[in-house]
């Protein structure tokens, strides 16, 4: 197995719907994991084009309800992926999500809602 490390920011929450039961919001997702078949000699690290992620392996990461999501592509994917001498990868993204969200709304306007960003993995 390989243990992946996951870090995300969260740049903007762009809509909250509650009429749709959702909300949209721009993040960035950062994995990083070691694979060793990627070691080079070295004490840099290299900078990738995000159009060679095809050729690597990556984590299967998904946005847990999920109703729509995107890269960002303006020019090129917004993907980063920087390797290290000891084959540590870091892989870096830029995502637009809706996700589901139930609301009790029954309460309103003394309401509180609670809506969740979940990551998962199939592997």
């Not at 095809?54 to 992926?81: A, G, Y």
């Not at 139930?102 to 998962?120: A, R, V, W």
Request: glycine share 4%; aromatic share 8%.
């Amino acid at each position: 197995p390989v243990s992946v490390g996951m870090s995300m920011d969260i740049a903007s929450i762009d809509t909250i719907s509650e009429i749709n039961m959702d909300y949209t919001a721009t993040i960035f997702l950062r994995q990083r994991w070691t694979d060793e078949r990627l070691c080079f000699d070295g004490n840099k690290s290299l900078s990738l084009d995000g159009r060679l992620v095809e050729m690597l392996w990556v984590p299967d990461t998904f946005i847990v309800d999920s109703k729509k999501s995107f890269l960002h592509d303006i020019t090129v994917e917004n993907r980063l992926i920087r390797i290290y001498p000891n084959g540590t990868v870091l892989y870096a993204l830029r995502i637009t999500t809706t996700v589901a969200c139930s609301m009790d709304l029954t309460k309103y306007p003394m309401d509180k809602q609670t809506c969740t960003l979940q990551l998962e993995s199939c592997k």
